[in-house]
């Protein structure tokens, strides 16, 4: 059956009845009469979520509503078992600042252990405390985390952690990012890599170019060159060794509501030619974020930018969305599941190992095994 109008009443000045009419692209109808208030759906991957006023409704992306917070502030095991992690192949464990420092890792309950089975593994943790609003560009992000964190690094280093990783975010707009968002956002990550390396681990470096909005390929490649660029000669002014970091950048992509879309062919040059023009060659590893993009686009554009790699920088991966989605669809559906969740991610893991190596196709994707 056909989508259906639905109709409205018609109020004059005066506020009086006069009549019924179709609803407009405008209209909306307001929580309080058990609507949304919104006229749109929002951009693709965005959620729906209650604004910080607690008065309305709106679009927001994953990441602003965190990781745990999704699933509660706690992760308990059954009684007297093991909460073990691991990863399904050669991935590292990221651990975020308050599961690593609360209690030494520990659960809440004092019969219960919080193992980490890493296989071989290193361990890393998130340092950052979260984007906030720029002061002086209220439309723009920047990553704060840098009060104390000296100290806080000596005491993941002793608790086993060997890298780390802070995300720095940026807009595109006609306006941005602007020259302040960029120069404040690479200071800081030079400080957190300079004080990383201090105490003596690998300091992944994160600046995200953001897929939102309706620019085109060559506007993220000029963005996200001029943001490469500022932070390496910001790491270069504070005596950062680049040989002892990583760098996750973007790929080289049109925002979501580009009209002009690209394919693998033309990711993939835009991305090598960013790389290879703004990333300095001693640094030995680019892992790339998934950002925005599907599952199949991410493990596709990967093994397309693997195919043509002909610089001395290993190329990986380090997804979150584009990794996990799938095995998270399936086990919400049932939690008990977990042969089919644990085979799901496998299958993702393992084409995306396999496009690091340009190996990947698409009729590998059928065949997902344990």
């Not at 071989?120 to 209220?138: F, N, P, R």
């Not at 990794?323 to 977990?338: F, V």
């Amino acid at each position: 059956m056909a989508d259906k109008t639905p109709v409205r009443v018609v109020f004059n000045e005066s506020n009086v009845a006069t009549g019924l009419a179709e609803f407009q692209s405008g209209d909306t109808v307001g929580t309080s009469f058990g609507g949304t208030g919104l006229s749109s759906l929002g951009s693709a991957l965005q959620v729906l979520r209650v604004n910080a006023a607690g008065n309305a409704l709106e679009f927001g992306t994953l990441e602003d509503l965190g990781d745990i917070g999704s699933i509660g502030s706690t992760l308990t095991a059954p009684s007297n078992a093991d909460f073990t992690i691991t990863t399904a192949g050669t991935g590292n464990i990221v651990l975020n600042d308050l599961t690593i420092s609360d209690n030494a890792i520990s659960t809440n309950r004092s019969n219960d252990d919080l193992l980490i089975n890493a296989s071989g593994s290193l361990t890393g943790i998130k340092v950052d405390t979260g984007a906030k609003t720029l002061a002086g560009s209220k439309e723009e992000k920047i990553t704060e985390g840098l009060d104390g964190l000296r100290e806080r690094l000596k005491d993941y280093y002793k608790l086993g952690a060997r890298f780390t990783k802070w995300r720095a975010v940026y807009s595109i707009s006609d306006k941005y990012p602007s020259k302040l968002s960029i120069s404040v956002n690479a200071h800081a990550l030079a400080r957190y890599a300079a004080l990383v390396q201090e105490a003596g681990m690998v300091p992944i470096i994160e600046p995200e170019v953001l897929m939102d909005g309706n620019h085109s390929a060559k506007d993220c490649m000029n963005k996200t060159s001029e943001v490469i660029r500022k932070c390496y000669e910001e790491l270069d002014l504070h005596n950062v060794d680049l040989k002892g970091t990583i760098l996750k950048p973007n790929m080289i992509l049109p925002g979501v509501k580009a009209k002009n879309k690209s394919n693998p062919t033309e990711i993939s040059s835009l991305t090598l030619k960013c790389l290879k023009e703004n990333v300095p060659t001693e640094v030995p590893g680019i892992a790339f974020l998934s950002g925005g993009q599907t599952e199949i686009e991410a493990t596709q554009n990967l093994n397309e930018i693997n195919k043509i790699n002909d610089t001395n920088f290993l190329i990986s991966f380090s997804y979150g969305r584009a990794l996990q989605q799938s095995a998270l669809k399936n086990w919400a559906k049932d939690i008990k599941d977990t042969s089919n969740t644990q085979k799901i991610f496998n299958h993702r893991s393992k084409m995306n190992g396999l496009s690091t190596s340009a190996k990947w196709s698409i009729d590998l994707e059928k065949q997902i095994t344990a």
